[in-house]
């Protein structure tokens, strides 16, 4: 079973199977990214010794460890999300198939009902990325035996002791041991490779609501197309700031790009960080390059001193090793005893010049590492948390199932719709006259509270239910509990003194419905850099807007917790 094949004349008929296809889909697309960041790691930490020593290489790699950790925990909020919308996907078939049976007078349907997948519900703890740090074999050793290849066998023993001592001259003691070039390579390729699995994830689990999409139906693609932003961390408050290419506002049919700014933070970041990390190792073997120059020309010149004109036995060459060199502003000296001094002169300006350089363009790569950090932040901050997606699955499932009619469905588990006047399933209309509660109203963590009030400043409170199960719960009562007033509002039109109306439910005593901010505190708390005080709710408002053509002849243009 897949995704409804559209008739014809292009329709879709959407089943609890389908849904329960989409459900695993999502389910199978979570284990792979999750696995592609324990990956990542593994594969970082097969090269230990990549990073250099140095005020400039070690800067860069405690940014690399800032921005390197700050992506992994982004990435596993992605993770989060994904299982959440696949088990809101899942528990929609079943509550729909629950319903079906329930609306069988005879007793006879039994529902069609299977196991939600297993997820991953909260988000994954990947530790830090490993350090750049530098390894005790500080490459001295190969370093010396590559110049030692260029000369006469038989004179090598008299210079080497020389390069031993010449070895960390001027500011090269300052950057010695150098980066590990082909570590840096692999380490970069490693980073570069996990662009491809946000791809292939992003495309898959598009397509998969899309399945499920008729896209001749306006609301119905609008809908499919804000649900598929959102699971990339949009708001219905999200910002698009001209400076940044990425919008955090919910996609929508007239949008005329996709909007998933949270797959391509992570996306670029991982680019960037790719690019840092080989442009890290080009400047380490420009800086070998260069420095390995100066040190060959010094011993080219000292070897072309050596006189062996009367011979050099092995005698003379294991004397000459013995020796200790002697130096004074970078020129070495050794084999005094020998019929002639040799001299190892050290350019040490033309060294110092390439440290510098080399200095200079490890320093320019720290600040692109940390000019990644605000992107990945707001990308942490605004990615869906489980039971937020959750719902938001459940909402746009609940919709699809019933061809996204204009009319109220009562799927609500554990309960009938004959306990209430006036029965509401939330999930079944949202979207409905641009109700929004359940996109709005629920699964919000703290941080996301003072988010909204953050970019949406006309309002003065914000406020969420923990679950989609509780926002059904509290509103459903706060609809019974007003249910009179709200017969006499909607028999007093049309027209309608106010088109919509509030109404709320408050019990200081009762349960707790939900969690709330306001305004004044959130303001309070950012002068006093405090985080934000978030307190228990203990009621329920709605806004009514009448509409005589449904039954019940009204929707819920929001529902959400209030502390008052």
């Known amino acids: ?70 992506y992994l925990k982004v990435w596993a909020r992605s993770v989060e999300s994904i299982g959440g919308a696949g088990v809101g996907f899942a528990t929609t078939a079943n509550n729909y198939a629950k319903a079906e049976a329930a609306n069988d007078a005879s007793g006879k349907t039994k529902p069609q009902t299977q196991p939600p997948p297993q997820v991953i519900e909260k988000a994954p703890d990947y530790g830090s990325v490993p350090d750049l740090k530098w390894g005790d074999d500080d490459g001295g050793d190969d370093f010396i035996r590559s110049l030692l290849e260029c000369i006469p066998d038989v004179v090598w023993h008299i210079i080497r002791p020389l390069l031993e001592h010449a070895f960390r001259w001027g500011k090269v003691a300052e950057v010695y041991p150098y980066p590990q070039q082909h570590y ?48 990339w961390g949009t708001s219905a408050w999200g910002k ?72 050099l036995d092995m005698d003379d060459v294991k004397e000459g090793a013995k020796t200790v060199g002697r130096v004074m502003k970078g020129i070495f ?64 499932g ?3 199932l019933n061809e996204f009619k204009k009319e109220h469905q009562w799927t609500v588990p554990d309960d009938s719709a004959g306990n209430h006047r006036y029965p509401l399933d939330l999930a079944g209309q949202e979207y409905i006259a641009n109700s929004h509660g359940v996109d709005k109203h629920i699964g919000k963590d703290n941080a996301q509270l003072a988010q909204r009030l953050r970019d949406q400043t006309n309002i003065p409170a914000a406020s969420t239910f923990e679950t989609m199960t509780d926002a059904q719960k509290y509103t459903q009562l706060c609809v019974d509990k007003n249910q009179d007033d709200i017969k006499r509002y909607l028999d007093s039109g049309p027209p309608y003194h106010p088109p919509n109306k509030v109404f709320t439910y408050h019990d200081a005593n009762g349960p707790v419905t939900g969690r709330s901010i306001s305004k004044a505190d959130y303001q309070a708390g950012l002068n006093s850099h405090q ?10 408002q709605i806004r009514v807007k ?10 819920l243009i929001t529902s959400t917790p209030t502390k008052n």
């Not at 662009?195 to 609501?209: A, D, H, K, P, W």
């Not at 960037?272 to 010094?298: C, P």
């Not at 053509?549 to 009204?554: S, V």
Request: net charge negative; hydrophobic share 40%; charged share 20%.
């Open 531 to 540: 985080p934000p005080n978030v307190v228990d709710s203990h009621g329920v």
């Open 240 to 311: 698009n700031p001209q400076d940044s290419p990425y919008k955090w506002k919910h996609d929508s049919a007239s949008s005329p790009t996709a909007t998933h700014p949270v797959m391509s933070v992570l996306f670029d970041s991982a680019k960037k960080i790719s690019d840092v990390l080989r442009e890290f190792a080009e400047a380490a073997v420009e800086l070998n390059g260069k420095v390995w120059d100066v040190y060959f020309e010094a011993v080219k010149q000292a070897v072309g001193k050596i006189d062996l004109s009367d011979g």
């Open 1 to 70: 079973m897949g995704t409804p094949t559209p008739s014809q004349s292009g329709t879709i008929d959407v089943k609890p199977s389908h849904l329960r296809y989409v459900a695993g889909g999502f389910a199978g697309q979570q284990t792979p990214f999750d696995k592609a960041a324990k990956d990542l790691l593994t594969e970082l930490n097969k090269y230990p010794d990549a990073g250099g020593f140095g005020t400039a290489a070690e800067d860069l790699a405690k940014a690399y460890v800032e921005v390197g950790t700050l």
């Open 546 to 555: 009448p509409d005589p053509g449904m039954d019940p002849p009204f929707t």
């Open 184 to 231: 840096l390579n692999s380490l970069s390729q490693d980073w570069a490779d996990m662009t491809i699995t946000l791809s292939m994830t992003e495309s898959t689990l598009t397509g998969l609501v899309s399945g499920i999409t008729q896209q001749s139906n306006s609301e119905w693609y609008d809908a499919m197309r804000q649900f598929c932003s959102s699971l």
């Open 333 to 396: 000296t050794a084999g005094a005893e020998l019929s002639a001094e040799i001299t190892l002169n050290i350019d040490t300006a033309a060294l110092n010049a390439v440290v510098e350089h080399y200095n200079s363009r490890v320093d320019a790569l720290t600040p692109q590492l940390r000019a990644l950090k605000t992107d990945l932040a707001e990308a942490e901050l605004s990615a869906p948390r489980y039971a937020a997606e959750e719902a938001r699955a459940e909402a746009f």
């Open 398 to 400: 609940a919709r699809a």
